[in-house]
C-alpha cells in the first residue's frame, strides 16, 4: 500500500499539496488573466481542481467556455460537483491521477483555445520522499513524458515545475494559454528552461500573489500566465507585476543563458557582463559557532556556551558576519573565530605544538566539532574549517553579505593587526592594499556597478547575491567605462590578482 495513504491528515494533506485557493483569490486571478490576456479560450481545463474554486470563478469571467475539471480527491470532486450545479451545462467533472493520466490524448480531443488554468500542489519531490509518498511522477504509464531530470533539470524539484513544464509540453503547436499559482521561483525555472531552449511565447506575465495572507504560507508566490498564439510577435521576456493592481512592474529576460530580473535595465549597462578578473570568495565555514565564535569580555575571551577560556590569542581572527555587513557602516568586529587551517584540507595535528591551549580546549569540544552534520566534514583532518586559504589572510577585503537587500558593498580593513575573516555568507575579494580596496570598492559601488548587480538580482531569494552574480561583472570593462583603468592602482591590483599569493599573516 502507499505509504501515504497511512499517514496522519496533515500528512496526507501535505502529501497531495493539498491547500484549496479561497474563492477571493481566484476571482482576483480570472479578474486579472481576462484583462491581461490576449486570449479568449473555448475550453478551460483545471487539472487539480480540488473543490472548484478556480474552475468557479473561471466559468464567471468566461462565460463562453466549457471547464473541464479533474482530480484525485473523491470528496473534493462531490463537493465541485455541488458546489457548481448551476454551472452543469457548461461543466464536465471526472476523476483523475493527474500523473498517471495521458495529458497529449487528454487535451487533443478537448476544443482550443484551452486555458489551462488552476493551483498545481505546492510540494516537494524531496518533501515527498519523506512522507513516502508515490504522488509524483514518474511512476507509471510514463510514456510520451520527457524524464524528471530533463524537465527540471535537478532531482530535488516542485511537483508544480513539472506539473505546468508536463501541460506545456503537451500542447506544442497548439493555441493555448496557462495560468497558475505557484511559488515565483518555479515560475522563474520554467521560463529559464524554455528560454535556453531559445523557446519563446507570444504573452508571459506572472503577478505577485500575498501568500501568507491567502495560504498563511511564508512562500513567494505568483500566478503565472504564459500563451502561445501562432498569429503575432513572440519575445522571451515576462512581464512582473508587484500586486493585481499592477502597482509597480518590471520585465524579466534571458541573456547569456542567465536569467534577468530586470531586463531594461540591464540592457543599459550590458557591456558590463562578462568574467571578473579577480575570483569572488565566500567566508569562512565552520559550522560550530558556540565552540569556534567569541567575544571579549574584561580581556577574556567569551565563546557562544558563554565559558570563558583561556585560548592563544594567536589562534583567533576577529570576524564580520553578514548582519555586520549589511550595515550602512561597518563596525569594529564584536566576534572572533579560531582559524584552524590556512588552507582546506590541511593537518591539523600540528597544532597541539603550536597553541596547546587551544588544542586542549577543540579536543574538550571535539564532539560537538565531530558531530558538525554537512558531508564536507567527513573524512578530513581533526577541527577542519572550509572558506579558507590564501585569499581569507590577506590583509584588505572588499565584502557584501549574501542577505544584503541592495548593492552596497565594504572595504574590509585589518583589525587589531589582523586579518578579518567573514563568515560564509558573505562574499568578497581580497587586496594587498588599502588603495587597491578602496578603488575597488570606489568601482563596485558605482551607479553603473548597482545597476548592473540590481538588474540580475532577484531580491525575494533567501540569499539574492551570490559569488555567481558577482563574478559576472567584468571589473576592467567597468574600470573603462568609469576612466579609472589606467589609475596604477587599478594595474596594480590586476597584476597582483595575476600572481599566486603568499599568506599574509600578521
Ligand atoms: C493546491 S490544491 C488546489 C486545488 C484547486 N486547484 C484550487 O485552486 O483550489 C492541489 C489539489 O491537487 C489535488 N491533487 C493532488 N495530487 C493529485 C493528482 N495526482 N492528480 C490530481 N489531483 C491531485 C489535491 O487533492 C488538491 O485538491
Known amino acids: 500500500m502507499e505509504r501515504s495513504l497511512t499517514l496522519g491528515k496533515d500528512q496526507r494533506k501535505a502529501a497531495f499539496g493539498d ?15 481576462k484583462e491581461m490576456g490576449q486570449l479568449e479560450p473555448a475550453s478551460i481545463v483545471e487539472p487539480t481542481c480540488g473543490v472548484g474554486g478556480f474552475l468557479k470563478a473561471a466559468l464567471e469571467s468566461f462565460p463562453k467556455a466549457h471547464a473541464f475539471g479533474f482530480e484525485i480527491n473523491p470528496k473534493y470532486l462531490s463537493a465541485a460537483r455541488e ?9 464536465s467533472l471526472e476523476s483523475c491521477d493527474f500523473f498517471t493520466e495521458d495529458w497529449s490524448e487528454r487535451l487533443k480531443v478537448i476544443p482550443g483555445p484551452i486555458l489551462i488554468l488552476g493551483n498545481p500542489p505546492w510540494v516537494t519531490n524531496a518533501e515527498l520522499t519523506r512522507l513516502g509518498s ?4 514518474g511512476r507509471r504509464n510514463q510514456k510520451k ?4 531530470e530533463a524537465l527540471t533539470g535537478a532531482s530535488n524539484f516542485d ?5 505546468i513544464k508536463h501541460l506545456v509540453d503537451q500542447l506544442k503547436g497548439r493555441d493555448f494559454q496557462l495560468a497558475m499559482l505557484c511559488k515565483s521561483s518555479v515560475a522563474r525555472k520554467i521560463l529559464a528552461s524554455y528560454w535556453a531552449e531559445d523557446r519563446s511565447f507570444s504573452e508571459a506575465f506572472l503577478s505577485l500573489v500575498d501568500a501568507p495572507k491567502y495560504f498563511g504560507a511564508a512562500v ?4 503565472f500566465c504564459l500563451s502561445s498564439i501562432s498569429q503575432g510577435p513572440k519575445d522571451m521576456t515576462a512581464l512582473v507585476c508587484s500586486d493585481f493592481q499592477r502597482t509597480s512592474e518590471s520585465r524579466i529576460g534571458y541573456s547569456n543563458g542567465r536569467l534577468i530580473a530586470d531586463i531594461e535595465t540591464y540592457k543599459k549597462v550590458e557591456e558590463l557582463a562578462g568574467l571578473s578578473p579577480l575570483k569572488w570568495r565566500s567566508g569562512l565555514k565552520h559550522d560550530c559557532s558556540k565552540v569556534m565564535e567569541f567575544r571579549r569580555e574584561n580581556g577574556q575571551w567569551i565563546n557562544g556556551l558563554n565559558d570563558a577560556v583561556d585560548i592563544e590569542d594567536e589562534a583567533l581572527y576577529p570576524l564580520l558576519k553578514s548582519s ?20 582546506i584540507g590541511q593537518e591539523t595535528d600540528s597544532l597541539e605544538l603550536k597553541w596547546p591551549k587551544t588544542w586542549a580546549y577543540l579536543n574538550r569540544h571535539g564532539e560537538a566539532l565531530s558531530a558538525r552534520r554537512s558531508s564536507i566534514y567527513k573524512n578530513k583532518p581533526r577541527f577542519s574549517i572550509f572558506g579558507i586559504g590564501d585569499y581569507s589572510f590577506t590583509q584588505w577585503k572588499v565584502a557584501i553579505s549574501g542577505f544584503s537587500a541592495k548593492i552596497h558593498f565594504h572595504v574590509v580593513a585589518p583589525y587589531e593587526k589582523k586579518t578579518v575573516m567573514l563568515d560564509d555568507t558573505c562574499y568578497f575579494l581580497p587586496f594587498l592594499s588599502k588603495v587597491e580596496a578602496e578603488l575597488a570598492c570606489q568601482l563596485l559601488n558605482s551607479q553603473e556597478s548597482i545597476d548592473y548587480y540590481s538588474s540580475l538580482i532577484f531580491w525575494n531569494n533567501k540569499r539574492p547575491v551570490t559569488a555567481a ?3 559576472t561583472l567584468d571589473l576592467v570593462k567597468l574600470a573603462e567605462r568609469l576612466g579609472l583603468h589606467e589609475s596604477k592602482a587599478f594595474q596594480g591590483m590586476l597584476a597582483a590578482n595575476r600572481k599566486p599569493q603568499a599568506p599574509q599573516t600578521p
Open 134 to 137: 508515490e504522488n509524483r511522477p
Open 19 to 33: 491547500f484549496q485557493t479561497p474563492p477571493s483569490l481566484a476571482r482576483l486571478c480570472c479578474h486579472f488573466l
Open 145 to 148: 513524458t520527457r524524464g524528471i
Open 220 to 223: 513567494d508566490a505568483c500566478f
Open 469 to 471: 552574480i558577482l563574478g
Open 324 to 343: 555586520d555587513l549589511m550595515k550602512p557602516t561597518l563596525a569594529k568586529p564584536r566576534r572572533f573565530v579560531i582559524v584552524t587551517q590556512q588552507k
Open 83 to 91: 458546489s457548481l450545479a448551476e454551472y452543469s451545462e457548461r461543466l
Open 159 to 163: 511537483i508544480s515545475e513539472w506539473i
